[in-house]
């Protein structure tokens, strides 16, 4: 209830200063945070950038739940409403190739092996009360021959 009505705030002073879309997506990060801690991941990064500036995970996480413990890249997608269709469509090639760049400087960093990562999307449509899914293993980045990460 408490990190609710901080989350609230925090959407009220957004909308003042950014733009829509950016609080909108903001507020969309938000929720999909605390809703992968109440399952039980442990957020490792928000927003996180490469070194470049040129590529953005919204969310890392590790995730025990699965077949060990997975190091999950999490693309959220928000929308005021489901109007023009599902949040996750909106996740062209160019991020697809972003987020894969992450994954692999990232598994680097940490030494995760490639069969430990998954690609998440989670979608918020940003109605009262907010519609929040959690698609798992939603991009198979790493299916093509040659899209490993390298150590």
Partial sequence: MIGASFDWLRDVRRRREWSADL?????????????????????VARNYRLAAGDAEADIIARDGAGKGDELVIVEV?????????PPD???????????????????????TPAERIR?????????????????????????????????
């Fill in 23 to 43: 609080a909108n997506g903001r507020r969309g990060e938000d929720l999909a945070h605390r809703y992968l801690k109440k399952r039980g991941f442990t957020i």
């Fill in 77 to 85: 997608k928000s929308r005021e409403s489901g109007e023009f269709g």
């Fill in 89 to 111: 469509r909106a996740i062209g090639e160019e991020k697809r190739k972003h987020l894969l760049r992450i994954a692999r400087a990232y598994a680097k960093k940490t030494e």
């Fill in 119 to 151: 690609f998440d999307v989670i979608t918020v449509i940003l109605s009262r009360p907010p519609v929040i899914e959690h698609h798992r293993d939603a991009l198979h980045l790493f299916s093509a021959p040659g899209n490993q990460p390298t150590r």
